[in-house]
Every structure is written in structure tokens, then in C-alpha cells.
Nanobody, 123 residues
Framework: VQLQASGGGLVQTGGSLRLSCVVSGRTFSAYDTAWYRQAPGKEREFVSAMPWRGDRRLYSNSVRGRFTISRDKAKDTVFLQMNSLKLEDTAVYYC?????????????????WGQGTQVTVSS
């Protein structure tokens, strides 16, 4: 399974970016997806997740109301729309997928990870 993340870049505070993550080579029919991020010197943290089934979306408190996770099942692509970006959103963003039944917001449940895409927010 390969995950290819893209869409990162340099943006000013208050700006927007849309991250994409293409999933390829999977052998399972359904999977949950998530975005995590890691800032320099900090641990990787949960940003958002979306189960394969249903309409539930999970967000961390720090991004709720500003970020939106979505998916195009036909294209095996997951998106993260990021609006009203803040300096503290600067990090490498990683997409992840899992096919197990574990909680979607638990980092240890994710089996496959993308390479990360850098998001830098400047003042």
C-alpha cells in the first residue's frame, strides 16, 4: 500500500491550503483515513479522521471549525481543506489509513503512512 501526500506549501496566516493523499496498491476493500501532523521538536499529533462507513468526522480541538476532511472513494483520494491557517499549524502533515477496527483517532491503529507534506504558515 502506498500513500502519496501533496498540497503543502508556504502560506500567510489566514490563508488556505488543500492537502491530498492518494492511496494505491491496497488489497482491502475498506479503510479508515486520518491526517496527523508533526511540528519540529514535537510528537506527531492527531488532526482529523474519517471512517470508511458513515458520515462521522473527527477533528482535534485545535483545528475544528477550520479544517475539513473529505474523501473521493472512486479515486481513492483523501483531502484536508485547511482554512484560516495559523502560525501554529506549521508542521509536516501525514496521511494514514487502516483496515482494522481500532479507533480512528488512535495513532497506533494506523498501518500505512504517507511520506508527509510540509505546511508552513508565515506572518
Amino acid at each position: 500500500v502506498q500513500l502519496q501526500a501533496s498540497g503543502g506549501g508556504l502560506v500567510q496566516t489566514g490563508g488556505s491550503l488543500r492537502l491530498s493523499c492518494v492511496v494505491s496498491g491496497r488489497t482491502f476493500s475498506a479503510y479508515d483515513t486520518a491526517w496527523y501532523r508533526q511540528a519540529p521538536g514535537k510528537e506527531r499529533e492527531f488532526v482529523s479522521a474519517m471512517p470508511w462507513r458513515g458520515d462521522r468526522r473527527l477533528y482535534s480541538n485545535s483545528v475544528r471549525g477550520r479544517f475539513t476532511i473529505s474523501r473521493d472513494k472512486a479515486k481513492d483520494t483523501v483531502f484536508l481543506q485547511m482554512n484560516s491557517l495559523k502560525l501554529e499549524d506549521t508542521a509536516v502533515y501525514y496521511c494514514a489509513v487502516k483496515s482494522n477496527a481500532g479507533n480512528v483517532d488512535q495513532i497506533t491503529n494506523y498501518d500505512y503512512w504517507g511520506q508527509g507534506t510540509q505546511v508552513t504558515v508565515s506572518s
